[in-house]
């Protein structure tokens, strides 16, 4: 192949400058690029597969030699990986994803990366490799790397198509670090996006910072409070409210035609009270009525297997020290459906949230779905939402310039 990518034009002597290191390519290498891109007409898809798959043996061959291997198969990577003007994620060296940048990414001494390979679990990586392919020369030069923790921590710009823009010098270019990272740092000792699958946590199945609400929240009193009254002594929601509300819709159930469970009794044991609270919540089709009940049984019995699951995690640390916690609910409905509930508390000895905090539903794109803004003196905000099994969806709590982001599956 003679065509000549306008990337490979970048400054060459300034890489010379730094004494980077640099892999030879050998015949094989280009014989087996120029036939695995050739399956391509397109002659701009050509030319871009034909570099990264150079870059791919490049990569392999610098680990191979340092006792790593690249565990993907070049010949296995999918044509959108190949072809594509974005870096190749999902690589796999050991237990890291890494995420090789070529020469398409490199602008004026500058690395481009799409926000979605830093932000979206699907792509993110715990190392970005930066490898440039000098083909007249028949070598890559390993310009540099950076660890996705690192990247986090920096002022990040974006250009006119959204892309992050990070400076070449920004990048590590000590290989000797790259490899210590590789052989002897822990992948969890780099924190990546991760999705959290809800479904799950309904088999008691729950990743690491996610906690109990009574463990998060500690004694911070129930939301059904402002509906109802709180026992003097315990600070817990009466028994004698709990069965005003039975009552009440009963009631409501009589005028709509609807009565679904007996509550004549005078009095109700606390059994029967569960019994009569799970009867609602499994029969009821109004989805406030059921998000009601599942908090009455969270005040009376938490581990009760027909209120859902809820979890909550502190944010504080991601959140400019913000003290605040994010709290999800998920509630399975009927025809394998669940309702969500996402909603955030301060924490510690604040008592509101921050006027302004907001929290932010996104769609898996990134395209917003939801806005709730924290006003004075709101001590939590919440949304709820009905979701399929498979659906993906992220929560985003940000102030000012502060955000923290999780990423969730049904």
Same mark, same amino acid.
């Given at each position: 192949?003679?065509?000549?990518?306008?990337?490979?034009?970048?400054?060459?002597?300034?890489?010379?400058?730094?004494?980077?290191?640099?892999?030879?390519?050998?015949?094989?290498?280009?014989?087996?690029?120029?036939?695995?891109?050739?399956?391509?007409?397109?002659?701009?898809?050509?030319?871009?597969?034909?570099?990264?798959?150079?870059?791919?043996?490049?990569?392999?061959?610098?680990?191979?030699?340092?006792?790593?291997?690249?565990?993907?198969?070049?010949?296995?990577?999918?044509?959108?990986?190949?072809?594509?003007?974005?870096?190749?994620?999902?690589?796999?060296?050991?237990?890291?994803?890494?995420?090789?940048?070529?020469?398409?990414?490199?602008?004026?001494?500058?690395?481009?990366?799409?926000?979605?390979? $830093?932000?979206?679990?699907?792509?993110?990586?715990?190392?970005?490799?930066?490898?440039?392919?000098?083909?007249?020369?028949?070598?890559?030069?390993? $310009?540099?790397?950076?660890?996705?923790?690192?990247?986090?921590?920096?002022?990040?710009?974006?250009?006119?198509?959204?892309?992050?823009?990070?400076?070449?010098?920004?990048?590590?270019?000590?290989?000797?670090?790259? $490899?210590?990272?590789?052989?002897?740092?822990?992948?969890?000792?780099?924190?990546?996006?991760?999705?959290?699958?809800?479904?799950?946590?309904?088999?008691?199945?729950?990743?690491?910072?996610?906690?109990?609400?009574?463990?998060?929240?500690?004694?911070?009193?129930?939301?059904?409070?402002?509906?109802?009254?709180?026992?003097?002594?315990?600070?817990?929601?009466?028994?004698?409210?709990?069965?005003?509300?039975?009552?009440?819709?009963?009631?409501?159930?009589?005028?709509?035609?609807?009565?679904?469970?007996?509550?004549?009794?005078?009095?109700?044991?606390?059994?029967?009270?569960?019994?009569?609270?799970?009867?609602?919540?499994?029969?009821?089709?109004?989805?406030?009525?059921?998000?009601?009940?599942?908090?009455?049984?969270?005040?009376?019995?938490?581990?009760?297997?027909?209120?859902?699951?809820?979890?909550?995690?502190?944010?504080?640390?991601?959140?400019?020290?913000?003290?605040?916690?994010?709290?999800?609910?998920?509630?399975?409905?009927?025809?394998?459906?669940?309702?969500?509930?996402?909603?955030?508390?301060?924490?510690?000895?604040?008592?509101?949230?921050?006027?302004?905090?907001?929290?932010?539903?996104?769609?898996?794109?990134?395209?917003?779905?939801?806005? $709730?803004?924290?006003?004075?003196?709101?001590?939590?905000?919440?949304?709820?939402?009905?979701?399929?099994?498979?659906?993906?969806?992220?929560?985003?709590?940000?102030?000012?310039?502060?955000?923290?982001?999780?990423?969730?599956?049904?």
């Amino acid at each position: 192949m003679n065509t000549r990518s306008d990337y490979e034009q970048v400054n060459r002597a300034y890489y010379r400058q730094l004494q980077l290191e640099t892999i030879d390519l050998e015949p094989e290498d280009f014989q087996q690029a120029n036939l695995l891109s050739s399956k391509f007409n397109n002659e701009a898809q050509k030319w871009q597969a034909y570099l990264k798959i150079l870059a791919l043996f490049a990569l392999k061959k610098w680990l191979s030699d340092r006792h790593l291997r690249l565990d993907n198969r070049i010949e296995s990577l999918t044509t959108n990986q190949i072809i594509s003007s974005e870096p190749m994620s999902n690589l796999q060296v050991g237990g890291f994803k890494v995420c090789l940048l070529t020469n398409e990414s490199i602008v004026n001494k500058r690395i481009e990366i799409p926000v979605k390979m $830093i932000n979206s679990p699907d792509f993110a990586a715990h190392l970005y490799i930066v490898i440039q392919v000098l083909v007249e020369e028949e070598e890559a030069v390993i $310009i540099g790397f950076i660890r996705h923790d690192k990247f986090k921590n920096q002022s990040l710009q974006k250009n006119e198509i959204g892309n992050y823009k990070l400076s070449l010098s920004e990048l590590n270019s000590d290989s000797s670090h790259l $490899i210590l990272n590789l052989k002897y740092l822990s992948p969890a000792a780099i924190e990546i996006p991760q999705k959290e699958k809800l479904t799950t946590w309904l088999e008691h199945i729950f990743t690491a910072g996610w906690q109990s609400v009574e463990e998060i929240l500690g004694n911070r009193k129930p939301i059904i409070q402002m509906a109802f009254i709180l026992d003097k002594t315990t600070e817990k929601l009466s028994p004698k409210a709990v069965k005003k509300i039975l009552k009440q819709f009963q009631m409501t159930q009589k005028q709509r035609g609807k009565i679904q469970t007996d509550l004549s009794q005078a009095e109700l044991s606390d059994t029967e009270v569960n019994k009569a609270l799970v009867k609602i919540l499994q029969t009821t089709e109004d989805e406030e009525t059921r998000w009601q009940i599942a908090e009455l049984l969270w005040e009376i019995d938490p581990s009760h297997p027909a209120a859902g699951v809820r979890r909550a995690i502190d944010l504080g640390m991601h959140l400019a020290g913000v003290p605040v916690a994010l709290m999800i609910a998920i509630l399975p409905k009927p025809n394998q459906r669940f309702a969500v509930l996402s909603r955030v508390y301060p924490l510690q000895d604040q008592s509101f949230l921050p006027a302004n905090l907001k929290l932010i539903g996104l769609d898996e794109m990134g395209e917003s779905l939801f806005e $709730i803004r924290a006003r004075e003196r709101d001590d939590y905000i919440q949304f709820k939402f009905t979701a399929d099994v498979g659906d993906r969806f992220s929560l985003q709590v940000s102030l000012n310039s502060a955000s923290v982001t999780k990423h969730f599956i049904i």
